[in-house]
């Protein structure tokens, strides 16, 4: 599950090479590793090793040689001359018995299979002149491309592509994930992901202590919401949906749907009085409750059965939504700000931030997509190279005081003490209207059964990613409500729980 920016996956290695595990160890338990993937991705033909000047390059060069004892026509390119390696990368290369061709284009030639050794996940600068030219060759080629750590011309930690990068058909990686495997647009140039062991305990992560995780039941088990059988549905929770005006009440009842179908006991949606009938006529399961104004809300909100709020979806952006924000906050109550809720802030966001703060024992999450996100966060521009999307919701947690989950194909959660998900399960055709709706019906259905809010957002988003792939291709946003019971049953026999 742990997640390792490139400074912690040197730390890893450093810590395991201080504990009695040669470098040189390591480099050859993964060539080994690369080879092996090579022959299950491609198992006849000539193979090229594209080899850097560094570490990537020396698991380039076991590889190579591994190939060739098994009986594989292999080349290796080399970007460097021999005698300018170091270290480990200069024992690999003094494994690899045979001429090396130039560094060139040219010297690719029609391989069943390239292997990107070029350069690691800790590149750090903008690829340039030859280096270039063989990315863009490799891509060009038409050969299957297996990278080594990370495809070259990633940034690991930022996932930021480096002026070029190639772009691999499988990549393999040691011991745990990098962010650019998550993260876009990295995560798109590495093709299928195989993490393989090379030898590292798993212990060295107690003094590692990463924060940030793959967001993936395993992740979240512990704080998974399972009925009781001695329950009923007040244990389970209430929540209180708010709805818009007349002509957009579909959104907040779509929510309403999803935090039903995310286990919530009761859920009640309130209703402006002119929409009363066209929502109490469209649901049957969801209460309908008149509300009009905040001190409406504030009046429904005294019934402390009610635990969790959702607010955004269709209530329309101004001052009216801003009073119905602070009086859900000041009431204590957990609560899900989407949509509306958050574009009504924009022109005031500390004003959110300080409400938000002082709601204790309130939990809070935060649900923009990245049109909505700099309404909030002006400053956290996605357009800076060096700063990925991790970094900047890790800065609007820390700075909002509340659980950021920013949206998207690599749908990001940051809460306020550092802990971090990335997930990576959501098919394309998750992108359509209602959608984000749903999603935060289910981030409140679930805080309504007890889950702190950093692992209902994970929840949330590792359910809605799986009921769109339940759903499949085709899908609008009032399916995902429907698929969610397959979900429950997904997990429930993933944990081994009776149903």
């Known amino acids: 599950m742990e997640v390792l920016t490139t400074a912690e996956m040197e730390r890893v290695d450093r810590l395991t090479i201080a504990a009695g595990t040669p470098g ?31 570490n990537n390059g020396g698991d380039g060069f076991v590889a190579a040689a591994e190939l060739a004892a098994q009986g594989r026509e292999v080349s290796v390119i080399q970007m460097c001359e021999r005698e300018a390696l170091q270290g480990d990368a200069a024992s690999a290369a003094r494994g690899w018995k045979y001429p090396v061709l130039p560094f060139n284009p040219h010297a690719i030639g029609r391989p069943a299979l390239i292997i990107d050794a070029l350069f690691g996940a800790g590149l750090s600068r903008a690829v340039e002149g030859e280096p270039r030219a063989m990315i863009e060759a490799i891509n060009a080629n038409g050969a299957p491309v297996l990278a080594v750590d990370l495809p070259s011309g990633v940034n690991g930690t930022t996932a930021a592509i480096m002026g070029a990068a190639v772009s691999a058909t499988e990549t393999v990686t040691f011991f745990r994930k990098k962010p650019a495997h998550l993260l876009l647009p990295g995560r798109l140039r590495c093709g ?140 204590g109550r957990h609560i899900v700000l989407d949509a509306d809720a958050l574009t009504s802030f924009a022109d005031a966001p500390d004003h959110l931030f300080q409400a938000v ?122 399916d995902l409500p429907e698929v969610l019971p397959a979900v429950h049953r997904h997990i429930y026999d993933e944990f081994g729980i009776d149903y």
């Open 357 to 478: 703060k002082a709601a204790s024992p309130s939990q809070v999450v935060l649900t923009p997509h990245e049109g909505e996100f700099p309404r909030l966060f002006s400053d956290m521009s996605n357009k800076h190279p060096g700063r990925s999307k991790l970094d900047r919701v890790h800065a609007a947690a820390e700075r909002s005081g509340a659980v950021v989950l920013l949206k998207g194909p690599d749908t990001t959660i940051v809460a306020p003490d550092g802990r971090a998900t990335i997930a990576a399960n959501a098919p394309p055709w998750l992108a359509t209207a209602g959608a984000g709706d749903v999603l935060a019906g289910i981030i409140a259905g679930l805080m309504a059964q007890g889950v702190p809010a950093f692992e209902a957002a994970s929840i949330a988003v590792w359910m809605h990613g799986e009921a769109a792939r339940e759903a499949g291709p085709g899908l609008i946003a009032e």
């Open 192 to 331: 299928r992901v195989r993490v393989v062991d090379i030898g590292i305990d798993a212990r060295v992560l107690d003094e590692i202590r990463p924060q940030t995780f793959e967001n993936t039941p395993q992740c979240w088990r512990e704080s998974f919401p399972v009925p009781r059988t001695d329950g009923h549905k007040y244990s389970r929770g209430h929540v209180l949906a708010l709805s818009g005006g007349i002509t957009a009440t579909g959104a907040a009842r779509m929510s309403a749907r999803a935090a039903l179908r995310a286990g919530a006991g009761l859920v009640t949606l309130a209703s402006p009085r002119d929409a009363l009938a066209v929502n109490a006529g469209a649901l049957t399961a969801v209460m309908v409750r008149a509300v009009d104004t905040p001190v409406e809300l504030g009046r429904e909100l005294a019934d402390e059965r009610y635990n969790a709020v959702v607010i955004g979806p269709g209530a329309g952006v101004g001052p009216r939504t801003v009073d119905f924000v602070h009086t859900a906050l000041s009431a």
């Open 24 to 54: 040189f160890a390591l480099m050859l338990s993964a060539g080994q590793a690369v080879a092996e993937a090579a022959q299950h991705l491609v198992d006849e033909g000539p193979v090229l090793v594209i080899a850097g000047p560094g």
